[in-house]
């Protein structure tokens, strides 16, 4: 299977004026096909910069967006003929394509759109209805380079339309990819990793790991055949569940969250959430849902004890945190408690973090969430 790299031009995205989200898009798509993406570069608008990249590729598919304008500091015309040593010409269809549109909206052409209609020779034109930067592609050693022009509505249709299904026939493209995501809570990334990292060294299915404050998502991605990529995900899925059965893993599409509303709605429990921790943000995440009774209680614990309940079908949640300096944001000087009980059992966590900043909410959250799970379990 094919490589790429993406590349996307423009100095505005190098100095974080401009946030790249065409090259997240596209490795999407590629994905999609079993295509991998090794590479996203953001380049400034230097035509030596863009040359040594382009030099530098490895991969048989290189995508570059943007820098197809009119102006003088749109360089990928000029970069990618000096790179394949073609000589730009100017393609008459294509000047008499962007002359039409701009005659169209009444515009009057000008000397520099006619640049617009220069392509490397033994180039392949790529026409764009939606814009007045034309496509262009083109083979160089064993790669081919697909010139596309940076305004994402205009490049997603011509990647859709055309660049995908050319790769499709020139990389003769049958296998198809799948994928399923286990959420593991109550267990961090570099556990997770300890744990299962010989099965990320495998090349099919390919496992890898997504880490969140609080949860960490494992993806097992196969390629091949329908039943070749269902019985690939489902053996490695039960090696997984195997080696990380002491936690909770969440196999079904659903959130931690929706996956305990859910849970304690088919227990019939009720929530009550004594926080001193959050300001009300646990309750806030955990309840708002049909059917389900969360009640939050914010304050100290002199003040919420008489809300202490022993009656069966209520769960009692307990959150408290402590500082050794209140003057330090430093998460080593906080502790945190956590007590779960409905009057016929019990359990503590202890962990070693205070909630100041809205990742450590984040944190206590699925804390919280992973311990109901395992309670109501």
Not at 169 to 175: H, M, V, Y
Not at 283 to 292: A, F, M, Q, R, V
Request: aromatic share 6%; hydrophobic share 35%; with cysteine.
């Amino acid at each position: 299977m094919p490589k790429a790299e993406i590349y996307a031009l423009g100095s505005e995205i190098v100095l974080g004026q401009t946030i790249d989200t065409n090259s997240a898009w596209i490795s999407s798509k590629l994905n999609d096909l079993g295509i991998e993406t090794v590479k996203h570069v953001a380049i400034a608008d230097d035509i030596e910069i863009i040359k040594s990249v382009l030099n530098n590729s490895t991969s048989e598919i290189i995508i570059i967006g943007g820098g197809l304008g009119p102006t003088e500091d749109d360089l990928t015309r000029e970069a990618i003929a000096e790179v394949t040593g073609k000589t730009l010409y100017k393609d008459p269809k294509l000047l008499e394509e962007i002359e039409n549109r701009f005659r169209k909206r009444g515009f009057i052409l000008t000397k520099n759109n006619d640049k617009q209609a220069m392509i490397p020779e033994t180039a392949n034109a790529i026409h764009n209805p939606n814009g007045t930067a034309p496509a262009f592609s083109i083979n160089w050693q064993d790669k081919i380079i697909y010139a596309l022009p940076g305004v994402p509505h205009e490049m997603k249709w011509l990647f859709e339309n055309v660049v995908l299904p050319e790769l499709i026939q020139s990389f003769s493209i049958k296998t198809k990819i799948e994928y399923e995501s286990l959420k593991v809570l109550g267990m961090g990334e570099s556990t997770v990793d300890d744990k299962i990292g010989d099965l990320m060294i495998i090349d099919n299915p390919v496992v890898g790991l997504l880490a969140h404050p609080g949860q960490v998502d494992v993806r097992i991605t196969a390629t091949g055949e329908d039943n070749e990529r269902k019985t690939l995900i489902e053996q490695t899925k039960k090696e997984i569940l195997e080696r990380l059965k002491e936690t909770t893993i969440i196999t079904e599409d659903l959130t931690p969250i929706e996956y305990l509303q859910n849970l304690l709605i088919k227990n019939n429990k009720d929530l009550i959430i004594l926080d001193e921790a959050s300001n009300g943000y646990i309750t806030s995440e955990i309840g708002g849902k049909p059917n389900l009774n969360v009640t939050g209680i914010s304050g100290r614990s002199s003040a919420v004890e008489k809300f202490q309940t022993r009656k069966i079908d209520t769960i009692s949640v307990s959150i408290k945190s402590e500082y050794l300096d209140k003057n330090v944001n430093n998460l080593a000087n906080g502790k945190t408690y956590i007590q779960i009980s409905d009057g016929t059992k019990e359990i503590t966590e202890y962990q070693q973090f205070g909630v100041r900043s809205k990742i450590d909410k984040q944190r206590l959250l699925m804390l919280v969430v992973h311990l109901l799970i395992k309670f109501c379990s």
